[in-house]
């Protein structure tokens, strides 16, 4: 392939994903110039449209924002960035009210909008769309607003293998499509929200091409990257013999179901006094432990104490799922176990989505403001989504008259990128899969340095199987690589056990520890305080 055959595109914005960060961001933006919107996938397949729990603002009379600043404080175990919180909780309100005055519906009760009860909330403040089909609904409402726009053009099965930067300024992106037609895309920014890296795990509820990639992307470019070693567990999600899993929503705990272990025995009481109401890093931690305990590979919900019609109705397509594996939730225990859920680490951004390299910014899942600390509050994903997209795409406005946007100036396009070999795409797979396995086994939700050390290696050795593959291949093994050591780096050097980050040879939470984690590509690590 020579240079030539690039087909150049310009823009005001490149917005990488098609999530709810990514399409809100999207729609937003067009009011101010012409859009980009890039999908490694379709737009439909994000962490967002799979996302089961609701959206989490304090619109209820008897709530309040204080409330929801203190349990996600609460939940984050002291390293919330306080002013994102603030931020997240307080202009969540008007994000929920905009999109409800623009047509989203979500679901109503007898007395108005229906409010949920999750773990780690103290009021019912999670508003849901379809029952357990928030994210879905949500996304499905933003890909309509998104179809009719003329101010952004989509590429969907379009990946992004590089960006246009030289260490201090992101000027666009190299992006292939799926027939690997390459594209070089100049932008005055580029936005981020491309979601996390969960499925690097063996067993996770993503889906299966969120890897990373936007983060192993800044990582290369010299963006700061901080917090990774903070990867949530979902305590729910189904259990199978043959590896199938899907999420079974915290909602369903909020509605009462019980959590036993495998004699029958409801365990929470003794783990929390909030009991199956208790944050996720403390349900997943409790679970696993039982099954630690128990010596089985997983626990049940057990939900035959409540009113079946209503789960059907709230639940219905849990309910159909479920039926799918012969196991019908009003009627038989349900088999659960933990598995890897949500990034709370990534690209380390200001409160308007700016990293260290000018203009590019992230958003969502992919990018790392503080706002979760070191464990996510349920529901605040999506809040976080349309809060921060929009402070994003303000940011960036901020850089649209900057003359030099376009201006490459050292960052080149190598052609080499675009090289690919059919017969390394196996080869890929098995690297992916033994890294993923290692992740599994020793970065779970319990470490300690000996099993931690024991990932780094395995990881480590497989990096020099780098020389085996070339372009394309190449790229797409060196993200994955980056990304499953940065989580495992940073899981060995905190010292201490917070939030989802727990450590068998260091249990308890540390005050010196009160400190995150910051990397960027070939300096050694910094520690900054809260």
Request: aromatic share 8%; charged share 25%.
């Amino acid at each position: 392939m020579n240079r030539k055959e690039l087909t150049e595109i310009h823009s005001d914005f490149l917005i990488m994903g098609s999530g709810l960060a990514g399409l809100y961001a999207a729609i937003y933006a067009s009011k101010f110039g012409k859009v980009t919107l890039l999908t490694k996938s379709t737009i439909e397949e994000s962490n967002s449209f799979w996302a089961q729990g609701g959206i989490a603002a304090a619109i209820d009379p008897e709530d309040s924002t204080w409330f929801h600043i203190e349990d996600t404080l609460r939940a984050g175990r002291g390293l919330c960035n306080t002013n994102a919180v603030e931020i997240l909780v307080e202009e969540g309100k008007d994000r929920v009210m905009d999109l409800i005055a623009l047509g989203m519906e979500f679901d109503m009760g007898e007395s108005g909008l229906e409010l949920g009860l999750e773990g780690g909330h103290t009021k019912r403040r999670v508003l849901h769309a379809g029952g357990t089909s928030t994210g879905r609904e949500m996304v499905r409402f933003l890909i309509s607003a998104v179809e009719n726009n003329p101010a952004i053009t989509k590429f969907e099965n379009t990946g992004v293998i590089k960006f246009l930067s030289d260490n201090k300024r992101c000027f666009g992106a190299l992006a292939l499509d799926q027939d690997f037609k390459p594209y070089s895309i100049l932008s005055k920014s580029t936005i981020l929200a491309t979601g996390g890296a969960s499925a690097l795990y063996k067993r996770t509820t993503n889906p299966k091409g969120s890897i990373g990639e936007g983060i192993a992307l800044s990582y290369q470019a010299g963006a700061e990257i901080t917090d990774m070693e903070f990867v949530q567990f979902h305590p729910t999600a189904f259990y199978s013999e043959q590896g199938e899993s899907f999420l079974i929503s915290e909602a369903i705990r909020g509605e009462g179901a019980y959590l036993l272990n495998s004699e029958g025995k409801r365990f929470m009481t003794e783990y929390s006094e909030l009991a199956e109401l208790a944050p996720r890093d403390v349900v997943s931690r409790s679970i696993f432990l039982e099954m630690k305990n128990t010596g089985e590979n997983n626990v049940y919900l057990d939900l035959r104490h409540l009113e079946s019609d209503y789960i059907k109705n709230h639940f219905s397509n849990i309910h159909r799922y479920c039926l799918n594996f012969g196991v019908d939730i009003t009627a038989d225990l349900v088999p659960v176990a933990p598995a890897a859920h949500y990034t709370i680490g990534g690209v380390r951004t200001g409160l308007q989505g700016e990293t260290n390299i000018k203009g590019l910014f992230a958003c969502g899942e992919v990018a790392c403001t503080g706002v979760h600390g070191a464990n996510r509050l349920a529901s605040n994903s999506l809040l976080e989504c349309v809060v921060f997209a929009k402070r994003a795409v303000d940011g960036a406005i901020q850089i649209l008259n900057d003359d030099s946007a376009y201006s490459t100036g050292s960052a080149e396009v190598d052609i080499d990128y675009f090289k690919f070999e059919y017969s390394q795409s196996q080869l890929l797979l098995g690297c992916k899969k033994d890294i993923s396995q290692a992740l599994n086994r020793y970065v779970g939700i319990l470490r300690n340095r000996e099993g931690v050390l024991n990932a780094i290696g395995e990881i480590e050795k497989i990096s020099k199987l780098l020389g085996e593959f070339s372009g394309y291949y190449q790229l797409k093994l060196k993200m994955v690589l980056d990304v499953s050591l940065l989580i495992a780096r940073a899981s060995l050097i905190r010292e201490e056990s917070r939030g989802v980050h727990i450590r068998e040879d260091y249990p308890d939470q540390n005050e010196e520890w009160k400190i995150h984690s910051v990397y960027k590509k070939g300096k050694e690590p910094i520690f900054v305080g809260v």
